[in-house]
């Protein structure tokens, strides 16, 4: 019978940048296999997945990432990597939902690597009908469109609901969110994503390469702009009297900056309202709820391309094009 050596109980593999700078910066290699404390778990990674976050942390752009307390001249944390989905290896002395040998899904910072630790609140127990895949493909996404759609949007049943950017990893997980609240949903995607917006609950579409969806005379209740490109006088157009358009993110920095000073001002003289919806903010009872999404069938995971865990920077640079069909998975192990 085989035993693991002494360097592979202590070190583990992870994806480690030392400096900004495009995914060329980023190197495998051997590093501290993590130690939880009392109130951590050790969840020994089966697979994460790439986010938007990860590039722009890694090239520190915009410079506004760096004054978030990211590190001004080098990153203050060398890992990447928020998704996470494995199974529980160890777990501290205050630990009390988990065990183990559980396999979890949720969120941890460092997850492009074989162990990372994570906090019981960041963790649910995968849903048992998917894959480990599946699951590290929802956690940021699904957070992302879940909170935009219900807390900023205060999404309601049998509104007309257009997603910006549907064929994307929020976008996908937007739709069919959206379906499961009871609204009649539009999807914007390129011309080759058509049928899988429309396979994933779309009941319109529109193929922007084709058609301006602010100016085809239709109007919305809710907007979820994933794609953060459009202009605010372009999205009170699109709404309907009363209507609220909600961004996840933004292009550029002109475009924020127009989104917070106009947005706020068509906001105030009209009832028409245009608002980003900041961060997603992690957390246990939409982890659970994201669960329960996928085992009930509501929402299922749209994955565009896996890569090994020494492919991270393709990965991410394929990610970075903006061309993403869903989610973009790295696998471990």
Not at 107 to 133: D, M, Q, W
Request: net charge positive.
């Amino acid at each position: 019978m085989s035993h693991p050596s002494i360097f592979e109980e202590k070190f583990m593999k992870a994806i480690i940048y030392q400096k900004y700078g495009s995914p060329d910066v980023l190197e495998l290699k051997d590093v501290e296999k993590p130690i939880p404390s009392d109130d951590e778990v050790l969840v020994k990674v089966h697979a994460t997945a790439a986010n938007p976050l990860d590039w722009h942390l890694l090239r520190g752009k915009p410079f506004l990432v760096r004054l978030m307390g990211f590190g001004l001249l080098k990153p203050k944390n060398p890992m990447l990597g928020a998704d996470i989905a494995g199974r529980i290896e160890a777990v501290g002395k205050n630990i009390i939902q988990f065990k183990s040998g559980d396999e979890v899904f949720g969120t941890a910072r460092g997850g492009f690597a074989e162990y990372v630790c994570a906090r019981e609140k960041s963790l649910a127990l995968k849903p048992h009908n998917i894959s480990f895949e599946e699951a590290a493909s929802a956690p940021v996404a699904a957070f992302t469109a879940l909170q935009g759609l219900r807390d900023t949007g205060q999404i309601k049943s049998g509104q007309k609901v257009l997603i910006n950017g549907a064929s994307g990893g929020v976008g996908t997980f937007a739709v069919q969110m959206a379906k499961s609240f009871g609204a009649v949903v539009t999807g914007v995607c390129s011309t080759r994503n058509l049928d899988m917006v429309r396979s994933i609950g779309a009941d319109h579409v529109i193929d922007y390469t084709q058609a301006d969806f602010t100016k085809n005379g239709q109007r919305y209740d809710l907007i979820f702009d994933v794609a953060a490109n459009r202009s605010v006088l372009d999205y009170k157009r699109a709404l309907s009297p009363g209507g609220k358009c909600v961004t996840a993110g933004f292009s550029t920095l002109f475009h924020m900056f127009q989104e917070v000073f106009l947005g706020f001002l068509v906001s105030k003289l009209g009832s028409r309202k245009i608002t980003g919806m900041g961060m997603a903010r992690p957390n246990k009872n939409d982890l659970v709820i994201i669960k329960e999404l996928f085992e009930s069938g509501q929402v299922r995971s749209v994955i565009d391309r896996r890569y090994p865990l020494s492919e991270t920077a393709e990965a991410i640079r394929y990610l970075e094009q903006g061309h993403a069909r869903g989610k973009v998975v790295i696998t471990i192990g």
